[in-house]
């Protein structure tokens, strides 16, 4: 059974590999739609945050959620604004 410290290496692999993989299907996006695209992207962007924000947590464990998805929002929003910027 992997340690703690395994399923931290485990976990930072993974997020690295889904960044990479979101800057990729980003940056195609933009080639696809064109003068389309930063419209689409910034739509694309709210709807994954609205569902990360509602996704159904029980108030009870909001705040524990709120720790979690807080940041992962940022990181999202971080990789969305960073192609949007390379948009004319």
């Known amino acids: 059974m992997p340690t703690g410290e395994d399923r931290t290496q485990i ?6 590999a889904l960044s990479r993989a979101l800057d990729a299907c980003l940056a ?8 389309e695209a930063r419209r689409k992207i910034e739509r694309l962007r709210d709807e994954l ?3 990360f924000k509602q996704s159904g947590i029980s108030a009870d464990r909001e705040m524990e959620h709120a720790k979690i998805v807080g940041p ?3 990181i999202l929003q971080d ?3 960073a192609v949007l910027r390379t948009i004319p």
């Open 11 to 16: 976990l930072i692999a993974h997020a690295s």
């Open 28 to 35: 195609e996006l933009v080639k696809l739609y064109g003068n």
């Open 49 to 51: 945050i609205t569902q």
């Open 72 to 74: 992962a929002i940022e």
């Open 79 to 81: 990789h969305f604004n």
